[in-house]
């Protein structure tokens, strides 16, 4: 797929009646799409995050610009498996859910686990994600069995992911200290990894559900802002200077998550806008996307 010319104001459809969820939806590319998503007339948009004070101004100035639909904060730490499942149990209410974007992340973190022992980023990114997905897995499914119905699953991922390799799945529940020469920017390409090649094995088995991961390019948010000099040159000279602004850089989520997606690989890799097949055949490994799922499925008994 080659790529498409997109205008989140006007190439979305009237999203009524439809239940979004969005995590990590308080700053950055999740508040972008959060905005850009709105104003479309969804029935109910939760979205999480740690910043209440962020998600309070988020709700007052979209009540302005979408004063019919409904805005549920969940405030939600992603480096714990317990916030994640308290933060779903006590807020999540309604009996339908159309698309679940998985946006919350971070990246380049030095050595750390999370709550669970997970590797930091791993934990964060894919870990959290996968719990997130099982909670809300019933009722997506439930949502797809309705007459009209089109429901999606859209997982963040990174060119990153070109760094992962997921060759030993337990390593990932260390802090990362010795598990790959190249550092922190190895363990984010793991990361970045499972989130692919978690969408691509959703896909597999539940094919009445769009499932896809995307990349959402090279954008100033807070994630490139954070870096150490060192490691913001490098993607500054990557890209040749010139970083996707934030509204640009959610276009290519809110349009996996809501825009027109006839003709997709259902779990597929698209970079933006649309631009398929450029995920170098990691998406063909269904026998890793299996390991994962099947191992990451154990990782959550009890949950």
Not at 195 to 208: E, R, V, W
């Amino acid at each position: 797929m080659g790529g498409i010319t997109f205008d989140p104001a006007k190439d979305v459809p009237d999203l009524a009646g439809k239940v979004i969820f969005i995590t990590g939806g308080t700053s950055g590319l999740g508040a972008e799409s959060l905005s850009q998503i709105a104003v479309h007339n969804p029935a109910h948009i939760y979205f999480t995050g740690r910043n209440a004070s962020s998600a309070t101004s988020t709700i007052s100035s979209l009540k302005t610009l979408a004063p019919n639909t409904g805005l549920t904060f969940i405030p939600m730490d992603q480096s714990s498996l317990a916030s994640v499942k308290t933060a779903i149990t006590a807020n999540f209410t309604h009996s339908r859910l159309d698309v679940l974007l998985c946006n919350a992340g971070i990246m380049n973190k030095p050595p750390g686990q999370t709550t669970d022992g997970y590797e930091l980023q791993f934990g964060t990114n894919h870990m959290s994600h996968a719990l997130l997905i099982k909670l809300l897995l019933p009722t997506l499914l439930k949502t797809a069995e309705l007459p009209g119905s089109d429901v999606r699953i859209i997982i963040l991922t990174s060119q990153g992911m070109k760094m992962g390799s997921l060759n030993n799945l337990n390593a990932l529940r260390t802090p990362g200290k010795s598990m790959f020469p190249g550092g922190q920017m190895m363990r984010y390409g793991n990361s970045k990894l499972a989130n692919l090649m978690y969408a691509k094995q959703l896909s597999i088995l539940y094919p009445q559900l769009t499932c896809l991961s995307i990349h959402p390019g090279v954008v100033k948010t807070g994630l490139v802002a954070e870096q150490g000099y060192l490691h913001k040159a490098i993607i500054y000279a990557s890209q040749l200077g010139s970083l996707l602004e934030p509204e640009q850089g959610a276009w290519n989520q809110v349009w996996a998550s809501v825009g027109d997606v006839k003709g997709v690989e259902n779990g597929g890799y698209y970079e933006p806008v649309g631009k398929g097949g450029l995920d170098g055949g990691r998406c063909a490994n269904v026998k890793l996307a299996g390991e994962l799922w099947d191992w990451t499925q154990k990782e959550l008994e009890g949950w």
